[in-house]
Protein backbone atom coordinates (compact mmCIF):
# COMPACT_ATOMS: atom_id res chain seq x y z
CA UNK A 1 0.00 0.00 0.00
CA UNK A 2 1.15 3.48 -1.40
CA UNK A 3 1.66 6.68 0.81
CA UNK A 4 -1.44 8.50 -0.67
CA UNK A 5 -3.72 5.17 -0.33
CA UNK A 6 -2.75 5.21 3.38
CA UNK A 7 -3.89 9.07 3.39
CA UNK A 8 -7.23 8.10 1.46
CA UNK A 9 -8.17 5.99 3.94
CA UNK A 10 -7.33 8.20 7.23
CA UNK A 11 -9.59 11.03 5.40
CA UNK A 12 -12.26 8.31 4.86
CA UNK A 13 -11.61 6.80 8.20
CA UNK A 14 -12.46 10.95 9.52
CA UNK A 15 -8.99 10.55 11.34
CA UNK A 16 -7.62 13.41 9.38
CA UNK A 17 -9.60 16.98 9.01
CA UNK A 18 -11.04 18.06 5.87
CA UNK A 19 -10.15 21.48 4.70
CA UNK A 20 -12.53 21.28 2.19
CA UNK A 21 -10.49 22.63 -0.72
CA UNK A 22 -10.21 20.17 -3.58
CA UNK A 23 -6.53 19.60 -5.24
CA UNK A 24 -5.57 17.75 -8.58
CA UNK A 25 -2.58 16.95 -9.40
CA UNK A 26 -1.84 16.35 -13.74
CA UNK A 27 0.69 14.50 -15.04
CA UNK A 28 0.98 14.70 -18.44
CA UNK A 29 2.19 12.08 -19.40
CA UNK A 30 3.83 10.22 -22.86
CA UNK A 31 5.61 7.30 -22.19
CA UNK A 32 8.76 8.96 -20.25
CA UNK A 33 7.80 9.15 -16.31
CA UNK A 34 10.73 9.03 -14.13
CA UNK A 35 11.40 7.53 -11.03
CA UNK A 36 11.72 10.77 -9.13
CA UNK A 37 8.51 12.58 -10.78
CA UNK A 38 6.91 9.75 -9.46
CA UNK A 39 8.09 9.99 -6.04
CA UNK A 40 7.39 13.77 -6.13
CA UNK A 41 3.77 13.11 -6.82
CA UNK A 42 3.33 10.92 -3.79
CA UNK A 43 4.98 13.13 -1.66
CA UNK A 44 2.81 16.00 -2.70
CA UNK A 45 -0.07 13.92 -2.19
CA UNK A 46 0.70 12.60 1.35
CA UNK A 47 1.42 15.97 2.75
CA UNK A 48 -1.60 17.58 0.95
CA UNK A 49 -3.68 14.67 2.70
CA UNK A 50 -1.75 15.39 6.20
CA UNK A 51 -3.08 18.76 6.42
CA UNK A 52 -6.67 18.15 5.22
CA UNK A 53 -6.60 18.95 1.33
CA UNK A 54 -8.51 16.28 -0.69
CA UNK A 55 -7.12 15.76 -3.93
CA UNK A 56 -6.60 13.64 -7.23
CA UNK A 57 -3.88 12.66 -9.17
CA UNK A 58 -4.42 12.82 -12.61
CA UNK A 59 -2.01 10.81 -15.15
CA UNK A 60 -2.91 10.84 -18.90
CA UNK A 61 -0.41 8.97 -20.83
CA UNK A 62 0.29 8.60 -24.59
CA UNK A 63 -1.14 11.94 -25.85
CA UNK A 64 0.39 14.79 -27.55
CA UNK A 65 1.52 17.29 -24.78
CA UNK A 66 -0.90 19.95 -25.87
CA UNK A 67 -3.57 17.89 -26.11
CA UNK A 68 -2.57 16.02 -22.71
CA UNK A 69 -2.85 19.70 -20.71
CA UNK A 70 -5.96 20.35 -22.54
CA UNK A 71 -7.69 17.07 -21.21
CA UNK A 72 -6.19 17.22 -17.66
CA UNK A 73 -7.73 20.83 -17.53
CA UNK A 74 -10.94 19.97 -18.66
CA UNK A 75 -10.87 17.08 -16.03
CA UNK A 76 -10.22 19.49 -13.42
CA UNK A 77 -12.55 21.71 -14.42
CA UNK A 78 -15.20 18.81 -14.14
CA UNK A 79 -14.02 17.38 -11.15
CA UNK A 80 -14.87 21.83 -9.79
CA UNK A 81 -11.51 21.18 -7.98
CA UNK A 82 -10.51 24.71 -6.60
CA UNK A 83 -6.91 24.17 -7.89
CA UNK A 84 -4.78 22.43 -10.62
CA UNK A 85 -1.21 21.54 -10.08
CA UNK A 86 0.96 20.41 -13.07
CA UNK A 87 4.00 18.18 -12.46
CA UNK A 88 5.69 16.91 -15.98
CA UNK A 89 6.95 13.68 -15.87
CA UNK A 90 10.51 14.71 -15.91
CA UNK A 91 10.24 17.15 -12.75
CA UNK A 92 11.28 16.56 -9.35
CA UNK A 93 10.93 18.84 -6.35
CA UNK A 94 13.59 19.19 -3.89
CA UNK A 95 11.65 20.39 -0.72
CA UNK A 96 10.41 18.49 1.91
CA UNK A 97 6.87 19.77 3.07
CA UNK A 98 3.86 20.89 1.86
CA UNK A 99 4.96 22.75 -1.54
CA UNK A 100 1.49 22.85 -2.85
CA UNK A 101 0.24 24.38 0.28
CA UNK A 102 2.73 26.94 0.40
CA UNK A 103 2.01 27.44 -3.48
CA UNK A 104 -2.01 28.38 -2.49
CA UNK A 105 -1.32 30.53 0.62
CA UNK A 106 0.68 33.12 -2.54
CA UNK A 107 -3.31 33.48 -3.26
CA UNK A 108 -2.68 34.31 -7.53
CA UNK A 109 -4.02 32.87 -10.45
CA UNK A 110 -1.02 30.77 -11.05
CA UNK A 111 2.05 30.43 -9.31
CA UNK A 112 5.25 28.01 -10.89
CA UNK A 113 8.07 26.88 -9.81
CA UNK A 114 11.07 27.43 -11.68
CA UNK A 115 12.64 24.97 -14.23
CA UNK A 116 15.72 24.98 -16.31
CA UNK A 117 16.20 23.86 -19.96
CA UNK A 118 18.35 20.73 -21.19
CA UNK A 119 20.32 23.05 -23.38
CA UNK A 120 23.04 25.47 -22.71
CA UNK A 121 23.05 28.36 -21.17
CA UNK A 122 20.28 26.63 -19.25
CA UNK A 123 18.18 29.42 -18.81
CA UNK A 124 14.97 29.61 -16.58
CA UNK A 125 11.92 28.12 -18.48
CA UNK A 126 10.64 31.76 -17.75
CA UNK A 127 10.20 34.94 -20.45
CA UNK A 128 9.46 38.14 -21.42
CA UNK A 129 7.22 39.21 -23.54
CA UNK A 130 8.30 42.59 -25.97
CA UNK A 131 5.19 45.41 -27.05
CA UNK A 132 5.47 43.83 -30.19
CA UNK A 133 4.09 40.35 -29.10
CA UNK A 134 7.85 38.49 -29.46
CA UNK A 135 8.87 35.92 -26.57
CA UNK A 136 12.31 36.48 -26.02
CA UNK A 137 14.46 34.22 -23.15
CA UNK A 138 15.10 35.46 -19.68
CA UNK A 139 18.51 36.67 -19.56
CA UNK A 140 18.58 38.24 -15.81
CA UNK A 141 18.97 37.24 -12.23
CA UNK A 142 16.64 35.61 -10.34
CA UNK A 143 15.14 37.43 -8.06
CA UNK A 144 14.92 35.49 -4.63
CA UNK A 145 11.21 36.99 -3.62
CA UNK A 146 7.86 35.97 -5.73
CA UNK A 147 7.44 37.66 -8.66
CA UNK A 148 5.09 38.19 -11.91
CA UNK A 149 6.37 37.24 -14.85
CA UNK A 150 5.17 37.20 -18.66
CA UNK A 151 5.39 33.38 -19.98
CA UNK A 152 6.58 30.41 -18.30
CA UNK A 153 7.10 26.41 -19.00
CA UNK A 154 3.80 24.61 -17.37
CA UNK A 155 6.43 22.03 -15.86
CA UNK A 156 5.62 22.78 -12.07
CA UNK A 157 2.64 25.22 -12.26
CA UNK A 158 -0.53 25.71 -9.39
CA UNK A 159 -3.67 27.06 -11.37
CA UNK A 160 -6.68 28.58 -9.27
CA UNK A 161 -10.28 27.73 -9.37
CA UNK A 162 -10.47 31.85 -10.70
CA UNK A 163 -9.06 30.47 -13.89
CA UNK A 164 -10.23 27.08 -14.32
CA UNK A 165 -13.86 29.17 -14.71
CA UNK A 166 -12.72 31.53 -16.58
CA UNK A 167 -12.19 28.99 -19.54
CA UNK A 168 -16.00 28.65 -20.60
CA UNK A 169 -17.01 27.22 -23.56
CA UNK A 170 -17.73 31.22 -25.19
CA UNK A 171 -13.48 32.13 -24.07
CA UNK A 172 -12.29 28.62 -25.53
CA UNK A 173 -14.30 29.42 -28.73
CA UNK A 174 -12.70 32.70 -29.43
CA UNK A 175 -9.15 32.28 -28.26
CA UNK A 176 -9.01 27.99 -27.92
CA UNK A 177 -8.63 25.78 -25.19
CA UNK A 178 -6.08 26.85 -22.28
CA UNK A 179 -2.87 24.47 -23.94
CA UNK A 180 -3.86 24.63 -28.13
CA UNK A 181 -0.95 25.51 -30.16
CA UNK A 182 -0.78 28.85 -31.56
CA UNK A 183 -0.22 29.10 -35.54
CA UNK A 184 1.00 31.19 -37.81
CA UNK A 185 0.30 29.85 -41.29
CA UNK A 186 1.41 26.02 -40.94
CA UNK A 187 3.83 26.98 -38.23
CA UNK A 188 4.10 27.09 -34.60
CA UNK A 189 3.98 30.68 -33.26
CA UNK A 190 3.76 29.62 -29.39
CA UNK A 191 4.08 26.17 -28.13
CA UNK A 192 1.37 25.23 -25.36
CA UNK A 193 3.02 26.67 -22.47
CA UNK A 194 3.20 29.53 -24.15
CA UNK A 195 -0.09 30.30 -25.64
CA UNK A 196 -1.57 29.32 -22.59
CA UNK A 197 0.19 32.45 -21.08
CA UNK A 198 -0.83 34.41 -24.30
CA UNK A 199 -4.25 33.38 -23.04
CA UNK A 200 -3.83 34.10 -19.53
CA UNK A 201 -2.75 37.89 -20.62
CA UNK A 202 -5.69 38.14 -22.73
CA UNK A 203 -7.90 37.16 -20.15
CA UNK A 204 -6.39 39.52 -17.87
CA UNK A 205 -5.39 36.74 -15.32
CA UNK A 206 -1.55 36.95 -13.78
CA UNK A 207 1.67 34.52 -13.58
CA UNK A 208 4.19 34.60 -10.53
CA UNK A 209 6.99 32.83 -10.07
CA UNK A 210 8.48 31.37 -6.58
CA UNK A 211 12.01 30.99 -7.05
CA UNK A 212 12.55 29.57 -3.40
CA UNK A 213 11.50 26.33 -4.40
CA UNK A 214 13.90 23.79 -5.83
CA UNK A 215 13.41 22.11 -8.81
CA UNK A 216 15.54 19.56 -10.62
CA UNK A 217 14.70 19.41 -14.80
CA UNK A 218 15.92 15.14 -15.68
CA UNK A 219 17.19 15.61 -18.79
CA UNK A 220 20.08 13.67 -19.95
CA UNK A 221 21.70 15.07 -16.47
CA UNK A 222 19.86 16.55 -13.82
CA UNK A 223 19.41 20.34 -14.33
CA UNK A 224 18.81 22.62 -11.21
CA UNK A 225 19.38 26.76 -10.98
CA UNK A 226 23.36 25.64 -10.48
CA UNK A 227 23.88 25.19 -14.04
CA UNK A 228 22.15 28.26 -15.28
CA UNK A 229 23.98 30.51 -12.67
CA UNK A 230 27.44 28.93 -13.55
CA UNK A 231 26.90 29.68 -17.28
CA UNK A 232 25.37 32.88 -16.53
CA UNK A 233 29.28 33.85 -15.02
CA UNK A 234 31.21 31.83 -17.28
CA UNK A 235 29.31 33.70 -20.36
CA UNK A 236 29.95 36.97 -18.36
CA UNK A 237 34.10 36.36 -17.98
CA UNK A 238 34.11 35.67 -21.35
CA UNK A 239 32.40 39.03 -22.90
CA UNK A 240 35.00 40.79 -20.21
CA UNK A 241 37.80 39.60 -21.26
CA UNK A 242 37.01 39.30 -25.16
CA UNK A 243 38.68 41.93 -27.36
Same mark, same amino acid.
Given at each position: ????????? =??????????????????????????????? =?????????????????????? =????????????????????????????????????????????????????????????????????PNGKVIPWEDEIPEELFKVDSAGNGFQLISKKVLDA?????????????????????????????????????????? =????????? *???????????????? *??????????
Open positions: MSLVDDIHK =AQEAGYIWQKGIHVAIGIPNRDDIKSECCGT =AEMMAWHLGRQGYNFSVFNIEG =AAVDENRNIIFKMAQDKKVDYLFFLDSDTECKEIGNVIGKMIDHKKDVVMGITYLSNYPHRPNIFKTQFTPAVIEEIGNPFSLIYDGLNIRLREDLAFCWRLRELDLELW =ADPSIPIVH *HKKYPITKMFYETSRK *HNESVLKYRV
